[in-house]
Nanobody, 124 residues
Framework: QVQLVESGGGLVQAGGSLRLSCATSGRTFSSHKMGWFRQAPGKEREFVAAISWLGGSTYYADSVKGRFTILRDNAKNTMYLQMNSLKPEDTAVYYC?????????????????WGQGTQVTVSS
């Protein structure tokens, strides 16, 4: 079982930056692929970014490419999402996710473990 806890959300003005963290429990963090998803009110959960189990491969949604960076520190059992040049349309609850299947995943169904989410609000 993997437990995930997100932090770092908040209110920021458009053009600003935030860094989300996803802390995990257990000794198997390094053997899971990890991802970030977000869900805005009235919308489906959507893929944001993903990172392979060793961090050598990263994947981004087109809407965040060039603005967001996904990172992981396996020694600290923590994953990060650095978000720069934030836009009002980035407003959502952001979730981190993990799965032992190491194949790349960009769908919510590709991940078995989820955090509780952290709110990100970008004002215009």
């Amino acid at each position: 079982q993997v437990q995930l806890v997100e932090s770092g959300g908040g209110l920021v003005q458009a053009g600003g930056s935030l860094r989300l963290s996803c802390a995990t429990s257990g000794r198997t963090f390094s053997s899971h692929k990890m991802g970030w998803f977000r869900q805005a009110p009235g919308k489906e959960r959507e893929f944001v970014a993903a990172i392979s189990w060793l961090g050598g491969s990263t994947y981004y949604a087109d809407s965040v490419k060039g603005r967001f960076t996904i990172l992981r520190d396996n020694a600290k059992n923590t994953m990060y999402l650095q978000m720069n040049s934030l836009k009002p349309e980035d407003t959502a609850v952001y979730y981190c996710a993990a799965d032992r299947d190491l194949r790349p995943g960009v769908r919510p169904d590709d991940y078995a473990y989820w955090g509780q989410g952290t709110q990100v609000t970008v004002s215009s």
